[in-house]
């Protein structure tokens, strides 16, 4: 039986793809106790490896030109130098995959996270990793097996969210609810409210794309076109609210109680460390959440965390990248919209909002639609097209 070259290439991603998503989801729960250290830089090694050998073989199979090879390494050095291995797995998959059906991939990620995400809550309630709990804000919140108990639902969103761009028009009753009831236990185990209102606000999108066809709308094309620079909006509107914070201003103080200090904890981020081109170093931030040994780490004296992902980034990995990030978000939306795409915009825009009290958007495991990134136009669009009566 003879194998195709691209069946060669899509089966060295896919190899890529699966065991990122296992292993580096994993790294958010108990789990990471059982591959951290050397092993856990070999699984790192190897994403990055098969993600190289998946683009050499493009380019010797001239599906692509050495140029985009020649990109590869380029953004893989850039990264390496401001984020370490992590981000390096991340943008090299999410480069490599340009030349991939986006909707394959979505799908296929949707199925594995929501298997994976099962498997780790069965396993805490089983006793074979730690499942910690911590009363705060008067309500008992339950980790899952998760080192941070806001983490669940973060997955679970992502996992909704790609179900409602692969399927659209296949949408499944029966599925929506299988989600709905995981998406209550996980709330009423750990009360993370953002990422539940996020996730009900996609299963009711399903239920009028299922069942009025929203996303084939033109009216709603015309619409979501207002919204191709959100993230530099957000972005510099993140910059401008927070840099000048003041605990005297009276709606700025009420926006950060409601916000829960985040505009606060944030301002003092950047007053102590600033920002530069390409990110501070040793940041001295100290978040909530558990050490591997499944000991709360959070002092709360010395609290401090960024949570707004637009901050969150600048700090970390520098004005440099934030820019570029921006930049390649704003023109992913753009092509969506020019082909329609009406879901994918309505994901990303939600996700840009999401980044304004949240920061985890920057892994394929919270957020699978970065792979939309570097993809062509034409694999952005939706197989249905729009007829000149649906237009309007």
Same mark, same amino acid.
């Given at each position: =039986? ?37 092993? /856990? ?90 499942? /910690? ?64 209102? =996020? ?31 959100? /993230? ?68 709360? =004296? ?11 980034? =600048? ?49 394929? /495991? ?27």
């Amino acid at each position: =039986m003879k194998i195709s070259i691209n069946s060669v290439m899509s089966m060295l991603y896919y190899l890529g793809l699966t065991v990122y998503l296992i292993f580096m989801t994993l790294t958010q729960t108990m789990f990471f106790n059982y591959f951290r250290g050397s092993a /856990y830089v070999i699984i790192l090694i190897f994403i990055i490896g098969v993600s190289y050998f998946k683009e050499l073989v493009s380019v010797l199979s001239k599906n692509t030109g050495v140029v985009d090879l020649i990109y590869l390494i380029i953004i893989s050095a850039f990264t390496f130098f401001i984020g370490g291995n992590e981000l390096l797995c991340t943008t090299a998959l999410v480069y490599v995959s340009r030349d991939m059906e986006i909707k394959n991939i979505v799908k296929y990620t949707c199925f594995l996270l929501f298997i994976e995400l099962i498997i780790v809550i069965f396993a805490s309630k089983v006793g074979v990793i730690s499942s /910690y709990s911590e009363m705060r804000g008067g309500l008992l919140r339950k980790y899952l097996g998760f080192r941070y108990f806001l983490y669940p639902s973060a997955i679970m969103f992502n996992i909704v969210a790609a179900y409602v761009y692969s399927y659209q028009k296949k949408i499944k009753l029966l599925t929506l609810f299988l989600f709905l009831i995981t998406t209550v236990y996980i709330y009423v185990n750990t009360y993370a409210k953002l990422s539940t209102i =996020m996730i009900i606000f996609m299963l009711f999108l399903a239920m009028l794309e299922k069942y009025f066809k929203i996303f084939e709308q033109g009216y709603l094309n015309n619409l979501l076109r207002y919204f191709k620079y959100i /993230y530099v909006f957000l972005g510099i509107l993140s910059i401008l609210i927070i840099g000048n914070y003041s605990s005297r201003i009276l709606w700025m103080e009420k926006l950060n109680y409601i916000l829960e200090d985040r505009l606060n904890l944030a301002n003092i981020s950047l007053n102590l460390f600033g920002a530069n081109l390409f990110g501070v170093k040793n940041l001295q931030w100290q978040g909530n959440g558990l050490s591997l040994s499944g000991i709360p780490i959070l002092n709360t =004296m010395n609290y401090l965390y960024v949570d707004n992902f637009y901050i969150n980034i =600048m700090q970390q990995y520098g004005i440099v990248f934030i820019v570029l990030l921006l930049i390649l978000l704003t023109v992913t939306i753009t092509k969506a919209v020019n082909v329609k795409s009406n879901c994918l915009v309505i994901i990303l825009v939600v996700f840009a909002f999401h980044g304004l009290i949240d920061n985890l958007m920057l892994t394929l /495991y919270y957020n699978i639609f970065l792979i939309t990134l570097f993809a062509k136009a034409s694999s952005l669009q939706d197989k249905n097209k729009l007829t000149e009566e649906e237009k309007w």
